[in-house]
């Protein structure tokens, strides 16, 4: 009986670290490909975020990755969220998105609806 209290005593704990990583917030997307204030012209792929002002730490943020999972409409969209999570790194900043991420559309298309437009999300550092 040890061994399971014990094992079950790790798991609490590790979700408890887990969930108190983690960030709640919004996320747009954005269709066009400019070159991003962290690495210029650089492709990094379409798994990638620009960040708010709350986030980029003056460029700090710049190619970190997060977990990001979509946990509810922002607007009135029917069925906004999809299944599972997407891991998306830090390339650029977002001055005046209406969010705190600001995802590709390729990220946003595989949490989420793009006719929702805005969505909530959890995000926790990779």
């Not at 709640?24 to 990638?48: E, F, K, M």
């Not at 960040?51 to 509810?72: K, P």
């Amino acid at each position: 009986m040890g061994m399971k209290a014990l094992l079950l005593a790790t798991f609490v704990l590790s979700l408890a670290i887990t969930v108190a990583n983690a960030s709640v917030g919004l996320a747009v997307y954005h269709t066009h490909n400019t070159p991003s204030a962290c690495y210029g012209n650089q492709d990094h792929g379409p798994w990638i975020t620009g960040v708010s002002g709350a986030l980029w730490n003056n460029r700090g943020a710049c190619g970190r990755y997060y977990w990001v999972t979509c946990i509810g409409g922002a607007n009135l969209a029917p069925h906004p969220c999809k299944r599972g999570s997407v891991l998306v790194r830090v390339t650029d900043f977002c001055a005046s998105c209406a969010g705190d991420l600001n995802l590709s559309q390729q990220a946003f298309n595989q949490i989420a609806d793009t006719r929702a437009g805005k969505i909530r999300v959890r995000y926790d550092p990779a």
